[in-house]
């Protein structure tokens, strides 16, 4: 196994290991677009692992999120991702230790997109570190959601563009990202809580929660109901299908979306 070949097993791999809701999607796109839509996951998923982890204290956070932010401007990254992560290898996971192997997945064309991207929501990111993940107005929401959300909405559809010259409305890719981060904050509030995290705006309850959602969820509807029929539409598809049905049983006053009823969502959403 020559590689390139080698790498491409690893970065599916570790994609398989960290995303129950991406890997089919993308493993189902066309060679090219599946290696740029890969990389752009795994890298925003290193920067996250950041974000998200509890041993590691706030100006820590603070300062790997910004130097990766730097360092992914500079046309000579990988040397300098190295040692800046090397010394935190026993804490942090292998999809983020391995962020320059996913920045070199990227085909060369579209990694300019990714770079950018991730670089940005590395730096969003510190600042929501040093917030300490307050939330206390719509404004807020709107803003985090974005952050980790939204703007991955909008690095969709610079792909989709840079792939095959496929438009869509960036205010429905922003929607999209973001009906799919709020149906994760309303599944995982208990747990938010339990660590001290509230992305719920003040004197908001979940009704409210639920129809910020469901109005996000609309405009993503549209956003991929104006996709032209191919592997874009394909792929986004399935996720937002996901969404809906993950809204519906929370709603229902179940914790989550059944195995059996992701396994029909699933089966619906291919056979489309």
């Known amino acids: 196994m020559n590689e390139t070949n080698a790498l491409y097993q690893e970065a599916m791999d570790v994609?398989?290991?960290?995303s129950r809701t991406f890997f089919i999607p993308i493993s189902r796109l066309v060679p090219g677009l599946q290696e740029a839509v890969a990389s752009a996951y795994l890298c925003m998923r290193a920067i996250d692992e950041i974000e998200d982890d509890p041993s590691l204290a706030v100006e820590i956070?603070?300062?790997?999120?910004?130097?990766?932010s730097d360092i992914l401007h500079q046309p000579i990254y990988e040397e300098a991702l190295a040692a800046l992560l090397t010394p935190y290898k026993s804490v942090l996971p292998e999809v983020t230790l391995r962020l320059a192997d996913w920045v070199r997945f990227c085909p060369l064309s579209a990694s300019d997109v990714v770079r950018e991207s991730t670089s940005t929501m590395a730096r969003d990111m510190a600042g929501w570190v040093e917030r300490d993940w307050q939330v206390h107005t719509k404004e807020d929401l709107d803003s985090y959601t974005y952050c980790v959300a939204g703007a991955v909405g909008v690095l969709l559809s610079e792909l989709w563009l840079w792939h095959d010259g496929t438009e869509s409305d960036y205010t429905e890719a922003v929607a999209f990202g973001r009906g799919l981060q709020t149906v994760n904050i309303l599944r995982n509030r208990k747990e938010d809580m339990e660590r001290g995290v509230d992305y719920f705006p003040d004197?908001?309850?979940?009704?409210?929660?639920f129809a910020y959602t469901r109005g996000n969820l609309a405009l993503a509807d549209r956003y991929v109901a104006n996709l032209k029929p191919g592997p874009?539409?394909?792929?986004?598809?399935l996720p937002l299908a996901l969404a809906h049905g993950t809204l519906s049983a929370l709603e229902a006053g179940e914790e989550k979306l059944n195995r059996a009823a992701v396994i029909e969502i699933v089966k619906q959403a291919s056979a489309e």
């Open 232 to 237: 874009v539409f394909d792929f986004c598809k």
């Open 61 to 68: 956070k603070v300062k790997l999120l910004n130097e990766i």
């Open 203 to 209: 004197q908001w309850g979940t009704e409210e929660m």
């Open 15 to 18: 994609l398989a290991e960290t």
